[in-house]
């Protein structure tokens, strides 16, 4: 049972916990981070979550976003300062390495003085920990988040299912990757009966589009290549278009899965701009093509088989170009 030790310790006593996840949060890290914190106040533990950054508007509709025990640590440095010194605890969540969590926040993950958790489903975990759950085959770290309280064995309160509903549906695709798992199932069954709705869940995160959601998307698409022989669709946005569409965080999440509905696609790429000419690499994969290895060897990046990112030092056109080249490469044969 992975979590034994980590429930033994914290049912010591009350402690004053502090819980992270990574840069540029998603479903997954606020569902997890969320869900993990409403039920550790249950438990009588004095709790603040800590974002490195915001995360999209969408987002921040989470039951619970909006409470006092979440700090984003860009926008007030000073007080997630006075609370890592003062936490006896911290957990990193959805994460597997300090610079995850951005440059600015790193060493405060790295020098934390208290006991550290690490709860995470990608690989490679740092070490350093005291507790270390590392689970590449689970489909979220809100899953993750779902067996400790089973196993802890506590109550699991509506806003904390509600959470992590939102990181199981959101890290699955709403259910249909292949890292979904019958126990993935079982644990959106005993949330549903703890009281997440996920029609409403569903609502809240994909019907709720801004306008420019939509026309970046269609700039996306226009934008789509068809390489090395049919295996793999590239998308772009540029720097510009995120302009003239009134680019909002989040726009662009979801639009590099588009690729793969293509037949024969077993490769999906989307390479976009930044205001300050950064190029951001997303990579989706099926089947046995690895785009973790890909993204790790060509794009300083990495992260899961069928889900990665990276980055190229490059500018767009360069990128482009390289891209064309390593990914006719790479699945030719
Ligand atoms: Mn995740």
């Known amino acids: 049972m992975p979590y034994t030790d980590l429930s033994k310790r914290l049912a010591q ?6 819980l992270t996840t990574h840069w540029n949060p998603d479903g997954d890290a606020i569902g997890a981070s969320l869900g993990l914190a409403h039920y550790l106040r249950g438990q009588g533990h004095s709790v603040e979550v800590v974002l490195p950054n915001t995360p999209s508007a969408t987002l921040q509709n989470t039951p619970g976003y909006a409470a006092a025990f979440v700090h984003c640590y860009a926008d007030n440095t000073a007080k997630a300062d006075a609370i890592f010194a003062a936490s006896e605890g911290l957990f990193s969540l959805d994460y597997n390495t300090a610079s995850r969590v951005g440059e600015s926040m790193q060493s405060k993950i790295e020098l934390f003085e208290g006991f550290k958790v690490l709860i995470d489903h990608h690989q490679s975990p740092d070490t350093g920990y005291d507790y270390i759950v590392s689970q590449t085959t689970k489909s979220s ?5 779902y067996d400790f309280i089973a196993a802890d064995g506590g109550a699991l309160d509506v806003a904390a299912a509600d959470c992590l509903m939102t990181g199981l549906i959101t890290d699955t695709g709403s259910f249909r990757f292949p890292s979904v798992q019958p126990a993935t199932l079982a644990a959106a069954s005993a949330l549903m009966t703890a009281g997440a709705e996920p029609y409403r869940i569903h609502e809240r995160l994909f019907d709720a589009n801004p306008v420019s959601r939509l026309k970046l998307w269609g700039r996306g698409l226009t934008s789509l290549e068809i390489l090395a022989g049919g295996k793999a669709a590239l998308v772009h946005l540029k720097a510009e278009d995120l302009q003239v569409c009134g680019y909002v965080p989040g726009d662009t999440e979801g639009l590099v899965n588009q690729g793969l509905s293509l037949e024969g696609v077993s490769v999906s790429v989307f390479a976009r701009e930044d205001q300050e000419g950064q190029v951001k690499l997303s990579f989706r994969s099926k089947g046995s ?6 993204a790790r060897q060509h794009w300083q990046g ?6 990665a990112g990276g980055r190229s030092d490059l500018d767009l056109e ?11 490469t790479w699945l030719a044969v």
């Not at 770290?141 to 988040?145: D, G, K, L, P, Y």
């Not at 093509?289 to 890909?294: K, L, P, Q, S």
């Not at 990495?302 to 889900?307: K, L, P, R, S």
């Not at 360069?318 to 006719?328: D, N, P, Q, V």
Request: aromatic share 2%.
């Open 289 to 294: 093509v690895d785009v973790n290895a890909f």
């Open 141 to 145: 770290t809100a899953e993750m988040v």
């Open 302 to 307: 990495g992260g899961h088989v069928h889900a």
């Open 13 to 18: 006593k009350s402690h004053r916990l502090v």
């Open 318 to 328: 360069a990128t482009l170009t390289a891209l064309r080249s390593t990914l006719s």
